[in-house]
């Protein structure tokens, strides 16, 4: 018996999908055909898996240190940084937030 399991884009939920090649450990790459966005349905890197960008701007807003959250997440201080920086420049509340929490 042949068990399929339904895989649908993380970012918009559409089943559209396209297989485009393999990861160089071997995992599968999709591309989605909605919004043309690329993933995979698993990470080996911690900064890739769903979730962590939230996880990082909540910690941040706790008042959590850059080297602290990397430690916490098994991620890249310099990942922390760039995700920051990142967010700041996309939303202005948090940038707002963010120097509020550092004066």
Aim: charged share 30%; with cysteine; proline share 2%.
């Amino acid at each position: 018996m042949i068990h399929s399991e339904a895989i649908h884009c993380p970012y918009c939920h559409s089943n559209a999908l396209q297989k485009n090649g393999k990861s160089c450990t071997g995992e599968q790459r999709w591309r989605c055909k909605e919004c043309k966005k690329y993933f995979q349905r698993s990470y080996r890197y911690n900064a890739r898996k769903q979730g962590i960008r939230d996880t990082i701007i909540e910690m941040t807003l706790d008042s959590s240190g850059v080297r602290d959250i990397g430690r916490v997440l098994k991620i890249s201080k310099d990942t922390v940084v760039a995700v920051l920086k990142k967010n700041a420049r996309h939303e202005p509340v948090f940038h707002h937030q963010t120097r509020a929490t550092t004066i």
